[in-house]
């Protein structure tokens, strides 16, 4: 028995110093190779990134989101490729035929396939992605999934086969199964356009303000900082719609893909300063709101108290009813 012993631990100590130590290098030189093709990969993407026209990711051109989409998609499939072939080695080392698992495979495969069928979706959602450039990295999206009423707008910082991974404006990182996605607005393909309403009451001189927008938008496509950002001058639509105490006027500038956000707050700015300088602001609102012919310590007509007027900056002030009173 001392010698039956003997031999299966001699046994097991060649096994030990042959498949044993096979199995012990083809695991370490799969993770040798899967950390050298992830350091290739970002050697790749980081050289996308240097030779791209702008460093903002949201003002890529298609051709370099496009590459660096398909670098991360041939990394993680080289990673996957090269276990999947460790495995087969792996199982062959322990005697184990290759051959003889085709139909358990096949089994398997076909019970995972119809219990997961969330995840074959996913894959083959991104697939479909991937393959129509629908969106990739560094595009500005606005998502609506299943499940998820509120919706998500973000810059996307990862898209693999699986998962599209966004960051909001507030720093939150959204991760979102392909499979789930129910629509995906693209709000940095090609160009972008801000679209900018201004209120103003319903008394004003609509040309006039028309004519202050446009001085408002030559002069914001002049401006050295903002124009880099404006692919043409901005243009005066004219009056959007029309209420009871106020009309609204439009403006729109076509940009960079990304920047409408950044043009209209600057628009906003800008135009709020030139109202106010032309008369068209907060002061114009209470001009027309309140009777010029009042006598002394009389206020406004009685009942008129409470009536709001949405001024062209934003602001809100007292107006009248038209109620009877002591005007003019």
């Known amino acids: 028995m001392t010698a039956t012993m003997g031999a299966q631990f001699a046994d097991i100590g060649v096994w030990i110093r042959s498949n044993g130590l096979e199995i012990v290098l083809l695991i370490l030189g799969a993770m040798l190779l899967a950390r050298f093709i992830t350091w290739s990969g970002d050697g790749i993407t980081d050289r996308i990134d240097a030779v791209s026209p702008d460093a903002d990711d949201l003002v890529r051109s298609e051709v370099s989101k496009y590459r660096h989409s398909v670098a991360q998609i041939l990394v993680w499939l080289s990673i996957a490729l090269v276990w999947f072939i460790t495995g087969l080695l792996v199982l062959a080392r322990f005697g184990i035929p290759i051959g003889s698992l085709a139909a358990p495979t096949a089994l398997i495969a076909a019970a995972i396939g119809f219990g997961a069928q969330q995840v074959v979706r996913d894959y083959l959602a991104g697939f479909f992605i991937f393959a129509e450039r629908q969106y990739g990295f560094g595009d500005l999206v606005r998502i609506s999934a299943a499940g998820f009423a509120e919706g998500a707008t973000g810059t996307i910082e990862d898209v693999s086969l699986r998962v599209t991974r966004l960051r909001t404006v507030n720093g939150e990182v959204v991760v979102v199964p392909n499979g789930q996605l129910a629509q995906v607005t693209n709000l940095s393909r090609g160009w972008a356009r801000a ?65 409408q956000f950044q043009v209209g707050r600057e628009l906003r700015a800008r135009v709020v300063m030139a109202f106010n300088r032309e008369g068209l602001g907060a002061a114009a609102v209470l001009a027309a709101a309140i ?19 949405e001024t062209g900056d934003g602001t809100s002030a007292a107006g009248t009813s038209g109620g009877p009173g002591r005007g003019r």
């Not at 010029?292 to 709001?308: D, F, K, Q």
Request: no cysteine.
């Open 291 to 309: 009777p010029a012919t009042a006598a002394p310590g009389e206020g406004p007509p009685a009942g008129a108290a409470g009536a709001a007027t």
């Open 195 to 259: 679209v900018v309403d201004f209120p103003l009451p319903a008394g004003v001189d609509v040309l006039h303000a028309n004519d202050v927008l446009r001085r408002v938008g030559s002069a914001a496509f002049a401006d050295e900082q903002l124009r880099p950002l404006l692919l043409d001058e901005p243009t005066v639509m004219g009056v959007e719609s029309i209420e009871i105490d106020r009309v609204t006027v439009r403006m729109v500038a076509r940009t960079l893909p990304g920047k």
